[in-house]
């Protein structure tokens, strides 16, 4: 019942996404608790997942690495043929239509400086390398969405430029946000190896890439570890096998300016010695930053990165309870959620997503719950791979040559507060964008203000639908406030 107008600004890249197997879904974020409708598409799923919205969290289009969709659930113009060598062993491993089975295997970036241009970066197998039992990518492409073509749906203009050409790992693609809140940095690493490649993309080129080696070695390729960074992007980590019977974590410091990964630590994960844990594992971070989740098939460990001794403020969070459900296993597919919620997709799509609820909580307080949130699907494949499309710049940063005084102090305000329709009956959205990397509080408080309602809103938010019919006709007061700033604007409810 809302339209939101052109002035509204806000960044919901990542507010809604897609996924699903033979009856695809979406997920809305768009209000503080989400919900879920038909996509009216088939798009299958396997592990390779990514999608966008625009800025006010409509989605634009989603793939599974073989096909790109618009939001109509159609395939987009030229959105198909990525990838034809890696086509071609899915073809021949798991069938036709059948999506990449890739953790990371592509990512989407909007491009820096443009509105209706995005990158989307895929891995390319090794035909002469997969025939001979050794499935693994060594090219990194490039492919061009205009989002002005085919009315608005979209178009792929650029599909399958050969961006790199070496042996690289099967699993693991990001990227973070530059310190100047423009550009971003891509990592992907080689095989076998504790080496990461890392691309600047700016409006004008791709830079890079250059070559780091860091951490520990990888030595056993069957692990399939997503690579993940905290949402201030202070912080990468990713899991990697210590030796045959034992996980690990590979956790850096990650300066934004020069791309560069620092201060190694290496930590071992309790209770990973399973075979099936060495398939399927990832690393989430809380919305805080503070704690970082080792994802297996049988364990959620949560670490604390504020302790003295992150090794030993490993607690094990939860585990999978055979007894709640006939499907088995957490999975590496999990996704920080704008609602500040993580929701992991679990190993062979279940058909409901588990729930870290409450991520920013010490130990057992961060409340897991088990296959919680049912989906109106048989198989829960496809949570997407994002980056943090919210960070923004680094303020006071030595290399945020774009950023004034002016904008940087605008950085930490309050800014485009709006109440969409105005009068309502009650039900309307308030649309409006934090400080970055703050929380806000908004409350709705009457003609003698008293509080009638409040809700506190994540770092990233932009958007918080509100239905108070229930109150009676009269004027109406809303506020929000976050890092000691506060803005107000007043509504008529009929």
Known sequence: FICLPAFCFSQGYGNQWALGIFQNVYLDFNDSLPVSDSLHSDLIYFATSTNICDSVGKLLFYSNGRFLMNY???TMMNGFGFSPQLTTWVDYAYGPDEGFPNIQGNIILPKPMSNHLYYLFQIEYNTDLWQNGLPRPDELLLNTIDMNDDNGLGEVIEKNKLLFKDTMSDAGM????????????????EYLTNCYYEWLITPDSIIGPTKQCIGEILIEPTVNSNFKFSPDGNYFANQYAKDLQHLAMNLFRFDRCTGQFSEPVLLDIPDSATYDAFFFCGVQFSPNSRFLYAINTTNIVQFDLDSTDIQNSAITVSKWNYSDSTFAYFGVKSELAPNGKIYNGGVFCNPALSVINDPDQKGLACNVTLQSFILPTQAACGVPDMPNYQLGALPGSPCDTLATVATVIAD???????????????????????????????TVTNTLGKEVYRTTRPQWSSIQTINLRGLPASIYMITLESNGTSKSVKFIKQ
């Open 174 to 189: 990001t990227a973070c946000s530059h310190a100047n809140g423009r550009d971003w940095w891509l990592i992907k690493n």
């Open 72 to 74: 109509n659930g159609d």
């Open 412 to 442: 930490r305000e309050i800014k485009n507060l709006h109440i969409i329709p105005n009068p309502n009956d009650g039900r309307f959205a308030v649309s409006y964008q934090l400080p970055q990397n703050k929380q806000g509080i908004l």
